[in-house]
């Protein structure tokens, strides 16, 4: 079993659709998880951070995380041709030394038609 | 803003050439990785740094070395280009709140 699954899609939606993203992991020791948004040619970059069970609100993206569940989840509200992108989560047990390293799923390629 | 900076967007090698990729950040980290990106293999992590001089093996380190002599800059060393290292890399550095990319170099190997 892989550390971090995620479907790949691609994800097809009209605009102002409610989008719903999703990763499980087997690993109990992630603390830390991470959603990276990556435009065609270009590096990620991150979208939302967060530590603790429970949801975090910026703007139209929600991410959610169920620790007992092995399971988080970012939701795209009111999405816009400008969020067709691929997004990836990411994940780490915390801080210092080899901890750093980040755990990523293979990405969600998300098209949002006008 | 933190900014990592890539040298090169785009390059073409021969087979057998040596190759470096450098990355610069701006922001004082002490954490630098260099991933590879492929179609549905995803990220893949080569070698990282935690500290100048300090370098950990990855994912998928064979045929690549790296190089951290100044805080500020990690070098990905290809130490004789082959076709199957054709990919899409990508530099990051690390704060304690995740990654901040660069935008990547597109490798050519022919």
């Known amino acids: 079993q892989k550390e971090v699954e995620q479907d790949p899609g691609p994800l097809s939606v009209p605009e102002g659709a409610i989008v719903s993203l999703n990763c499980t992991y087997s690993?109990?020791?992630?603390?830390?998880f991470m959603w990276y948004r990556q435009y065609s040619r270009k590096g990620p970059e991150l979208l939302m951070y967060?530590?603790?069970?429970g949801n975090k609100e910026d703007g139209r993206f929600t991410a959610q995380v169920d620790k007992s569940s092995k399971y988080i989840s970012l939701f795209i509200r009111d999405s816009q041709p400008s969020d067709s992108a691929t997004y990836l989560c990411?994940?780490?047990?915390?801080?210092?030394?080899?901890?750093?390293?980040?755990?990523f799923g293979k990405g969600t390629l998300l098209t949002v038609n006008p | 803003d933190v900014k990592v900076t890539q040298s090169s967007r785009y390059l073409v090698k021969r087979t057998g050439e040596k190759v470096f990729l450098e990355c610069v950040q701006d922001?004082?980290?002490?954490?630098m990785f260099w991933y590879r990106q492929d179609p549905g293999l995803g990220l893949r992590l080569i070698y990282f740094?935690?500290?100048?001089?300090?370098?950990e093996k990855g994912d998928i380190p064979e045929g690549y070395s790296v190089s951290r002599e100044k805080k500020e800059r990690f070098s990905l060393i290809l130490e004789s280009a082959s076709t199957n290292q054709t990919s899409m890399y990508l530099c990051?550095?690390?704060?304690?709140?995740?990654?901040?990319f660069g935008s990547g170099t597109r490798l050519t190997v022919v």
């Open positions: 967060t530590y603790s069970s």
């Open positions: 690993n109990s020791a992630f603390q830390y």
């Open positions: 990411a994940m780490t047990v915390g801080s210092g030394g080899s901890n750093y390293k980040l755990t």
């Open positions: 990051a550095s690390r704060d304690r709140f995740g990654y901040t």
């Open positions: 740094s935690y500290d100048v001089k300090m370098k």
């Open positions: 922001m004082d980290h002490e954490n």
